[in-house]
T-cell receptor
Framework: QKEVEQDPGPLSVPEGAIVSLNCTYS??????FMWYRQYSRKGPELLMY????GNKEDGRFTAQVDKSSKYISLFIRDSQPSDSATYLC???????????FGTGTRLQVFP | DTEVTQTPKHLVMGMTNKKSLKCEQH?????MYWYKQKAKKPPELMFV???????INESVPSRFSPECPNSSLLNLHLHALQPEDSALYLC??????????????FGPGTRLTVT
């Protein structure tokens, strides 16, 4: 079993839809959770960063962490074609510089 | 400013060449990273420098040689690469172990092709 599991997609939605992206993990030591957006042939861009459990909102993006279920989510409201990209979840523990990535979910938002 | 810069953007090299990738950040971050990313795969960690010292080497072949001349700069020296080493090479930085947060910021990457 991988430490971090993420559905690779692709996920195809119409413009304006609410998108839900998810990751599950097995290591209970993880405390820091990140979501990255990566456009084709570009570097990953940090979207959201959450420490421990709870919700965090930034514009159209909401990140949720449920440590009891070892489950994290990223919601995108009012999705736009410009949101079409690969979304990577990543997480780490408190005593390491090492990030563990999910495999990434490819999202396509069509007009 | 959360910018990490990388040069060159693209690099084509033969298997007998020696070349270097460069990375720079001016965020005062004390940890810097090299990742390798193949198409449709997540970034794969290669090296971590923490406070200018190599802290993690993920069993990377010796044809890849990292160097951290100072806290803002990170180099990756390449020698005798194989065609399977063709990939996007990403640099990242963070406040580092013991810092306030663990967010890693990535550069745009160098697309390397080995012929």
């Amino acid at each position: 079993q991988k430490e971090v599991e993420q559905d690779p997609g692709p996920l195809s939605v119409p413009e304006g839809a609410i998108v839900s992206l998810n990751c599950t993990y097995s290591n209970s030591a993880f405390q820091y959770f990140m979501w990255y957006r990566q456009y084709s042939r570009k570097g990953p861009e940090l979207l959201m960063y959450t420490y421990s459990s709870g919700n965090k909102e930034d514009g159209r993006f909401t990140a949720q962490v449920d440590k009891s279920s070892k489950y994290i989510s990223l919601f995108i409201r009012d999705s736009q074609p410009s949101d079409s990209a690969t979304y990577l979840c990543a997480m780490s523990g408190s005593n390491t510089d090492k990030l563990i990535f999910g495999t990434g979910t490819r999202l396509q938002v069509f007009p | 400013d959360t910018e990490v810069t990388q040069t060159p953007k693209h690099l084509v090299m033969g298997m007998t060449n020696k070349k270097s990738l460069k990375c720079e950040q001016h965020m005062g971050h004390r940890a810097m990273y090299w990742y390798k990313q193949k198409a449709k795969k997540p970034p794969e960690l290669m090296f971590v420098y923490s406070y200018e010292k190599l802290s993690i080497n993920e069993s990377v072949p010796s044809r890849f040689s990292p160097e951290c001349p100072n806290s803002s700069l990170l180099n990756l020296h390449l020698h005798a690469l194989q065609p399977e080493d063709s990939a996007l090479y990403l640099c990242a930085s963070s406040q580092g172990f013991g810092g306030v947060s663990y967010e890693q910021y990535f550069g745009p990457g160098t697309r390397l092709t080995v012929t």
